[in-house]
């Protein structure tokens, strides 16, 4: 059985190797549903100081590991998923999944109801498997110039649910009929 993805937030040493998972995403994947020149477009003037940007702008990067080597990123902000991506060469093995439900668990964790995408196109079928709904295009500049059509997508992030009655602590007047009827030992 194949490994497990291992979760961690990113460290500066990552950031080549993000840099080129990012890059193939992009040009590998996104070209799909974009042209050429539209990928090249969004992967203009991209720089591998990924660690640097998450203290500036408060975000955290969580990166991906499969066998020792990073082959995905989530970035995240509040309750917004500003990027997700995974390496091609690793795709559908559930590193995006993982990276996703990592980042609801958080949003939850400090009280958020929803979760928020742009998602690029080449990304809709993946947020849509992982609960999120689409709620309008829009268009979105890119470095290079070119401007991509993409949706914005929303997910509700159901509470956290709370565990049920443990055997131990049901009503002691219901164990002697659970046990007549062969339902608790
Ligand atoms: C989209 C992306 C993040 C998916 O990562 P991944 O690790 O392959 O995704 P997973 O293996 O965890 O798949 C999770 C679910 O999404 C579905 N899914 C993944 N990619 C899909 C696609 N291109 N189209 C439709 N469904 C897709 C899987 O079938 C799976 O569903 P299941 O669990 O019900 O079987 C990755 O392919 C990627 O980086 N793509 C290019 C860039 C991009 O568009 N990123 C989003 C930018 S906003």
New binding site residues.
């Given amino acids: 059985m194949p490994a497990p993805p291992i979760f961690r937030p990113i460290t500066p040493a990552d950031g080549a190797a993000i840099l080129r998972l990012h890059r193939r ?2 040009l590998l ?2 070209v799909r549903t974009y042209s050429p020149a539209m990928v090249h477009s969004w992967a203009d003037g991209m720089n591998a100081d990924y660690a640097g940007r998450s203290i500036a702008c408060g975000s955290l990067i969580e990166a991906a590991e499969l066998h020792g080597a990073v082959v ?1 990123f989530s970035d995240v902000l509040g309750d917004e998923i500003r ?4 390496d ?1 060469g ?9 990276l996703a439900e990592r980042a609801f668990a958080r949003m939850r964790h400090h009280g958020h109801e929803r979760a928020k ?1 742009t ?2 196109l ?2 809709v ?2 947020y849509e ?2 609960g999120f709904r689409a709620v309008r295009g829009v268009r979105h500049p890119t470095r290079g110039g070119m401007v991509l059509p993409v949706l914005e997508m929303v997910r509700e992030l159901e509470p956290k649910v709370a565990p049920g009655p443990t055997f131990m602590s049901w009503p002691r007047p219901l164990l002697p009929g659970l046990q007549r009827a062969g339902g608790a030992p």
């Fill in positions: 995403a992009i994947d996104g995905g990027g997700l991506f995974v091609p690793f795709s559908r093995r559930g590193v995006g999944r993982g995408v998602a690029a080449s990304g079928g993946f498997a992982v």
